[in-house]
T-cell receptor, first 111, second 114 residues
Framework: AQSVTQLGSHVSVSEGALVLLRCNYS??????LFWYVQYPNQGLQLLLK??????LVKGINGFEAEFKKSETSFHLTKPSAHMSDAAEYFC?????????FGAGTRLTVKP | DGGITQSPKYLFRKEGQNVTLSCEQN?????MYWYRQDPGQGLRLIYY???????QKGDIAEGYSVSREKKESFPLTVTSAQKNPTAFYLC?????????????FGPGTRLTVL
């Protein structure tokens, strides 16, 4: 069965610094991969998704992720963190209409 | 505006009581899902439904029940058999049939058992 592992349950960056959130996946077929963001006491919102087109996927709020098959990774990046980026981020993989979520990474942005 | 609504936002229950969480969507999606979220554990699938009058157990269905009488609605009942029901519950929906379709989430219901 497919799964994702998010390395680092907490990541802290300074405002203006690079954001890098790591996600590695396991899938028996070419995967469909997603990044979601969750603000406190809210539902999840889609940031971006990979559906086997371009390996570099651009999403909302300046985020992007690169699919690397050789590394089975789909890391999320943003060049310059903003205070409003503080939230929890979830990586997910979908296979046969079954979506599996990682445990999440909480991003803190320091002024 | 199309979207998913969940009610109530906060819910308190005494031990031994059943409680029903509401989920409604106007996105015309066939598939609907219920997840449970606990700190540090991500989202765990409770039940899902791919079509009206049909639903399947997810990974942690014990102590929960659902119904899907209408396409727009997928209520979740947390029964007294659920040993540790305090959690954040999320409902989601998606276009059915393809793994590349994302899920759309409601705002969640936080259930606390007193």
């Amino acid at each position: 069965a497919q799964s994702v592992t998010q390395l680092g349950s907490h990541v802290s960056v300074s405002e203006g610094a690079l954001v890098l959130l790591r996600c590695n996946y396991s899938s028996s077929v070419p995967p469909y991969l997603f990044w979601y963001v969750q603000y406190p006491n809210q539902g999840l919102q889609l940031l971006l998704k990979y559906t086997s087109a371009a390996t570099l996927v651009k999403g909302i709020n300046g985020f992007e992720a690169e699919f690397k098959k050789s590394e089975t990774s789909f890391h999320l990046t943003k060049p310059s963190a903003h205070m409003s980026d503080a939230a929890e981020y979830f990586c997910a993989v979908s296979e046969n209409n079954d979506m599996r979520f990682g445990a999440g990474t909480r991003l803190t942005v320091k002024p | 505006d199309g979207g998913i609504t969940q009610s109530p936002k906060y819910l308190f229950r005494k031990e031994g009581q059943n409680v029903t969480l509401s989920c409604e969507q106007n996105l015309n999606h066939d598939a609907m899902y219920w997840y449970r979220q606990d700190p540090g554990q991500g989202l765990r699938l409770i039940y899902y439904s791919q079509i009206v009058n049909d639903f399947q157990k997810g990974d942690i269905a014990e102590g929960y029940s659902v119904s899907r009488e209408k396409k727009e609605s997928f209520p979740l009942t947390v029964t007294s058999a659920q040993k540790n029901p305090t959690a954040f519950y999320l409902c989601a929906s998606s276009i059915q049939g393809q793994s590349f379709n994302e899920q759309f989430f409601g705002p969640g219901t936080r259930l606390t058992v007193l």
